[in-house]
């Protein structure tokens, strides 16, 4: 799987980043971080969608709690969810809030450690 380096620009600080797996088929995009017990503090993954559209995401077999960055064409977060690890039958949710081309998952907490939030811009850079 490729790796990209994702950088965050929250206004009035410094940028966060963080190395990115690249979910690129469809496989790898339904799987997401299915099954995995830990995910260092800089890792995360990047989703790559070709068309723009709202986007549905879900904890169903994640053991890892979350943040989901939802993020537009133009390269700037529509809406993050805090995403806990589901243990029942039914799974919950989580929607972007517009129309998204990029979704990147990391661990939960890491946007209210970096202050990113909505309207927060970012980069990406191959590795």
């Known amino acids: 799987m490729k790796e990209i380096l994702t950088k965050f620009y929250p206004k009035n600080q410094n940028s966060s980043s963080i190395n990115c797996e690249v979910a690129q088929s469809f496989n790898q995009k339904t799987k997401g971080l299915m099954h995995r017990e830990k995910l260092s ?14 986007r549905i995401f879900w904890m169903k077999n994640v053991k890892i709690p979350l943040d989901i960055i939802f993020i537009d064409k133009n390269l700037k977060i529509i809406n993050i969810h805090e995403a806990s690890v589901e243990t029942g039958w039914i799974s919950k949710f989580y929607c972007s809030h517009g129309l998204c081309k990029y979704v990147v998952e990391c661990n939960k907490g890491f946007c209210k450690k970096n202050n990113i939030c909505k309207g927060t811009k970012i980069s990406i850079e191959k590795k």
Not at 43 to 52: A, E, I, S, T, Y
């Open 41 to 54: 503090e800089k890792n995360g993954m990047f989703f790559l969608f070709r068309v723009p559209f709202f």
